[in-house]
C-alpha cells in the first residue's frame, strides 16, 4: 500500500511542481528535466509494484455491462489523448487534450475495477489531472490554435485503434482480458 500511495504521490508533485512553486523550478532550468524523467520512471515502478503486490479490500462491485462500457471510453480516451499529437480538427476543440484523456482513461478503469487500490491508483492519478488542468487554466490563456485538418483526425482514430489492440493485448497477457470481464 504504501508503495502505491508513494507512487501516486511522486508522480503528483513532480508534474505539479512547474504549476504551484514556478520560482523554484524557473533556476533549475532545463536539466530539472532530466531529474523529473527519473523520478516519474521511480515513481511509475512504484505504483506498478504496489498495485500488483496489494491485496486490497474491494469497497464496489460493477455489473457486467461496464466492462462494454469500459473498452468503448478506453477507445474514446486514446483518441482524445492523442489529439494533442495529431493536429487535427479535434485538436481545435480539447483545450487539454492528453490531460483530459488521461482523465477518461481513469474513469474507465473506476468502472471496472472496485477495490481500494484501484480507487488510490486511478483515482488519484485522475485528480491529479483535473487540478492540473485548473491550475492551467488558471495561469494561462488558451489560444484556440489552427486546425491541421480532418484527415489528421481520421489517422489519429486508426493509430487509437491499433495502441488500443496493444493494450488489450498486453492487459489478456498479464491475465485480465478486457473482452471477458476479468479485471482490468
Given at each position: 500500500?504504501?508503495?502505491?500511495?508513494?507512487?501516486?504521490?511522486?508522480?503528483?508533485?513532480v508534474?505539479?511542481?512547474?504549476?504551484?512553486?514556478?520560482?523554484?523550478?524557473?533556476?533549475?532550468?532545463?536539466?530539472?528535466?532530466?531529474?523529473?524523467?527519473?523520478?516519474?520512471?521511480?515513481?511509475v515502478?512504484?505504483?506498478v509494484?504496489?498495485?500488483?503486490?496489494?491485496?486490497?479490500?474491494?469497497?464496489?462491485?460493477?455489473?457486467?455491462?461496464?466492462?462494454?462500457?469500459?473498452?468503448?471510453?478506453?477507445?474514446?480516451?486514446?483518441i482524445?489523448?492523442?489529439?494533442?499529437?495529431?493536429?487535427?480538427?479535434?485538436?481545435?476543440?480539447?483545450?487539454?487534450?492528453?490531460?483530459?484523456?488521461?482523465?477518461?482513461?481513469?474513469i474507465?478503469?473506476l468502472?471496472?475495477?472496485?477495490d481500494?487500490?484501484?480507487?488510490?491508483?486511478?483515482?488519484?492519478?485522475?485528480?491529479?489531472?483535473?487540478?492540473?488542468?485548473a491550475l492551467?487554466?488558471?495561469?494561462?490563456?488558451?489560444?484556440r490554435?489552427?486546425?491541421?485538418?480532418?484527415?489528421?483526425?481520421?489517422?489519429?482514430?486508426?493509430?487509437?485503434?491499433?495502441?488500443?489492440?496493444?493494450?488489450?493485448?498486453?492487459?489478456?497477457?498479464?491475465?485480465?482480458?478486457?473482452?471477458?470481464?476479468?479485471?482490468?
Amino acid at each position: 500500500m504504501l508503495l502505491l500511495i508513494l507512487g501516486v504521490a511522486l508522480w503528483v508533485a513532480v508534474h505539479l511542481f512547474k504549476r504551484v512553486a514556478p520560482e523554484a523550478r524557473r533556476p533549475l532550468g532545463e536539466k530539472f528535466k532530466g531529474v523529473a524523467a527519473i523520478l516519474l520512471v521511480v515513481s511509475v515502478v512504484l505504483m506498478v509494484i504496489g498495485y500488483r503486490g496489494w491485496e486490497s479490500p474491494v469497497l464496489y462491485a460493477t455489473g457486467p455491462g461496464f466492462w462494454h462500457f469500459n473498452n468503448l471510453l478506453m477507445v474514446i480516451a486514446l483518441i482524445v489523448f492523442g489529439a494533442g499529437m495529431a493536429k487535427g480538427w479535434l485538436w481545435t476543440k480539447i483545450r487539454h487534450p492528453q490531460l483530459y484523456g488521461f482523465t477518461l482513461w481513469a474513469i474507465a478503469h473506476l468502472l471496472v475495477n472496485g477495490d481500494l487500490a484501484s480507487l488510490i491508483l486511478f483515482g488519484g492519478l485522475g485528480i491529479w489531472a483535473l487540478v492540473e488542468v485548473a491550475l492551467i487554466n488558471r495561469q494561462d490563456t488558451w489560444v484556440r490554435p489552427a486546425s491541421g485538418g480532418i484527415k489528421r483526425d481520421g489517422a489519429l482514430v486508426a493509430i487509437s485503434l491499433v495502441m488500443y489492440g496493444l493494450i488489450a493485448g498486453i492487459h489478456i497477457l498479464l491475465g485480465h482480458n478486457p473482452f471477458l470481464g476479468t479485471t482490468a
